[in-house]
């Protein structure tokens, strides 16, 4: 079946040091691809998202690409802040599985920038 | 209303009482989804609803929990004879979108 690994945390860096939190899949076909976020004491987020191979999802200074030749959608930013501390998931929605649309995730990486 | 909203925010119950925990989806939603999240871990799949389809109950852990949504509405999980190990956040999220989910603020659960 699907499943999304991504890298164990916590990932700690230092304001304005470059992220970069791995992730790989396993899925049939062409599944989409999304990070969600998860600051402290909120819900789950939309970070963003790519549907097809080569795409880049972007938002709030993150990135990701869609590399279907490496199954891999690694987030990255240039430059972290303290407000970007969060749990940060790696999810997947297959083109057909069971459950319809059924979202899979990843472990989440727990990200905690200092000052 | 504009997102997914669950209630209640906080549950604290004694071991072995029920709840109740309700999902109202954005309006229009076809697809609803319950995950849980134990401390510390990551998202686990319980429950989906598409439509008027038979859900997917795959991923309820235990025949103590139990889910129900009257169709494109609301929902609520119940969970009975709760257990410690049941203490978690509850998130439900709806979907109209074959790709695309949002999600509620969750539900925290702590059974005591």
């Known amino acids: 079946g699907d499943s999304v690994t991504q890298m164990e945390g916590p990932v700690t860096l230092s304001e304005e040091a470059f992220l970069t939190i791995n992730c790989t899949y396993t899925a049939t076909g062409y599944p989409s691809l999304f990070w969600y976020v998860q600051y402290p004491g909120e819900g789950l987020q939309l970070l963003l998202k790519a549907t097809k191979a080569d795409d880049k999802g972007s938002n709030k200074g993150f990135e990701a690409t869609y590399r279907k030749e490496t199954t891999s959608f690694h987030l990255e930013k240039g430059s972290v802040q303290v407000s970007d501390s969060a749990v940060y998931f790696c999810a997947l929605r297959g083109a057909n599985n069971n459950a319809g649309n059924m979202l899979t995730f990843g472990g989440g990486t727990r990200l905690m920038v200092k000052p | 209303g504009a997102g997914v909203s669950q209630s209640p925010s906080n549950k604290v119950t004694e071991k072995g009482k029920d709840v109740e925990l309700r999902c109202d989806p954005i309006s229009g939603h076809t697809a609803l989804y319950w995950y849980r999240q134990r401390l510390g871990q990551g998202l686990e799949f319980l429950i989906y609803?598409?439509?008027?389809?038979?859900?997917?109950k795959s991923g309820l852990p235990s025949d103590r929990f139990s889910a129900e949504r009257t169709g494109e509405s609301v929902s609520t999980l119940t969970i009975q004879r709760t257990q410690q190990e049941d203490s978690a956040v509850y998130l439900c999220?709806?979907?109209?979108?074959?790709?695309?989910?949002?999600f509620g603020q969750g539900t925290r659960l702590t059974v005591v």
């Open positions: 609803f598409q439509g008027n389809s038979a859900p997917d």
């Open positions: 999220a709806s979907s109209s979108d074959k790709r695309l989910a949002f």
